[in-house]
């Protein structure tokens, strides 16, 4: 089991960047593909950006190929997201989430754990 808490967001302007955090508990994260998601105001959580255990396999929605980043550090037991770029429709509540599979899901099936979220908003 592995519990994780993001952090790193808040309020910008268009065109700033802003880079998420994940932090996980246990020892395992390294086995653990991530996945970050989002979800606006009356709207269902939408696909990101995931990555799988060993980092080298990145996936990105096409809304944010480009300018957006996902890294990892083992090590640290934390996965990152770097915004850059951002624009006022990615005002939205930020969500890491996590599961062993090999491959990396695009969908909120594909993950086991989730954290609480956090706040991104992108004023105009």
């Known amino acids: 089991q592995v519990q994780l808490v993001e952090s790193g967001g808040g309020l910008v302007q268009a065109g700033d960047s802003l880079r998420l955090s994940c932090a996980a508990s246990?020892?395992?994260?390294?086995?653990?593909?991530v996945g970050w998601f989002r979800q606006a105001p009356g709207k269902e959580r939408e696909f990101v950006s995931a990555i799988n255990r060993g980092g080298f396999s990145k996936y990105y929605a096409d809304s944010v190929k480009g300018r957006f980043t996902i890294s990892r550090d083992n090590a640290k037991n934390t996965v990152y997201l770097q915004m850059n770029s951002l624009k006022p429709e990615e005002t939205a509540v930020y969500y890491c989430?996590?599961?062993?599979?090999?491959?990396?899901?695009?969908?909120?099936?594909?993950?086991?754990?989730w954290g609480q979220g956090t706040q991104v908003t992108v004023s105009s």
């Open positions: 989430a996590a599961d062993r599979k090999y491959v990396p899901g695009t969908t909120m099936a594909g993950y086991e754990y």
């Open positions: 246990g020892r395992t994260f390294s086995t653990y593909a």
